[in-house]
C-alpha cells in the first residue's frame, strides 16, 4: 500500500481500488417492489400513495453501493457524499421498478456513478448520479 496525503491528512490507498479502465461502466442493477412503506404520504414527503423520492434516491444508492461492493477490500465500504436526481414519474404500490448504477467515473476513493430507475415497461422513473467515497468501514465509525 502506498500512503497518500490529501488535505494535509495522510491515508492508505490499497492498489485494489485504482480501478482498471475495463472497470468502467461496471453496472448494478436491482428490482423493487413498492409497498406501503416507500410512499410519499407514508414517509411525509408529500399527499399521495405513489413511490416517494427519498425511498426513489435510497434504491439509487443502493445499487451504486452493491456497484462498488464487489471491487473493495474486506472492511472498507463506501459511503454516499452527493446525489443529484430528477423523479421524472409516478408509481403505484404494488408495482416493480429497477435501479440501476454505472460507475462513470473513479478519482482516488471518490466513486462517480449514473443512476437511474425504470419501471417494468422500460419507462424511466429518475435518472442522475451520484457520488461516494471509499472508506475503512471501523475507521468512519470511530470518527462518529
Known amino acids: 500500500m502506498t500512503p497518500l496525503v490529501k488535505d494535509g491528512r495522510s491515508f492508505q490507498m490499497p492498489v485494489k481500488y485504482k480501478l482498471n479502465k475495463d472497470m468502467k461502466d461496471l453496472t448494478y442493477s436491482k428490482s423493487f417492489l413498492i409497498k406501503e412503506e ?31 461492493k464487489p471491487k473493495l477490500q474486506d472492511g ?41 430507475a425504470s419501471d417494468e415497461e422500460g419507462n424511466l422513473l429518475g435518472e ?8 475503512d468501514s471501523v475507521k468512519f465509525m470511530n470518527k462518529i
Open 76 to 116: 472498507f465500504t463506501t459511503v454516499g457524499t452527493l446525489i443529484n436526481i430528477r423523479h421524472l414519474k409516478a408509481c403505484k404500490v404494488g408495482q416493480r421498478y429497477i435501479a440501476k448504477a454505472t460507475l462513470m467515473e473513479e478519482d482516488g476513493r471518490k466513486l462517480v456513478f449514473k443512476v437511474e
Open 38 to 68: 416507500d410512499t410519499a404520504l407514508h414517509l411525509g414527503s408529500g399527499d399521495l400513495n405513489v413511490l416517494s423520492t427519498p425511498s426513489l434516491i435510497a434504491s439509487m444508492e443502493n445499487a451504486a453501493m452493491n456497484c462498488a
Open 128 to 135: 442522475g448520479t451520484h457520488e461516494r467515497f471509499i472508506v
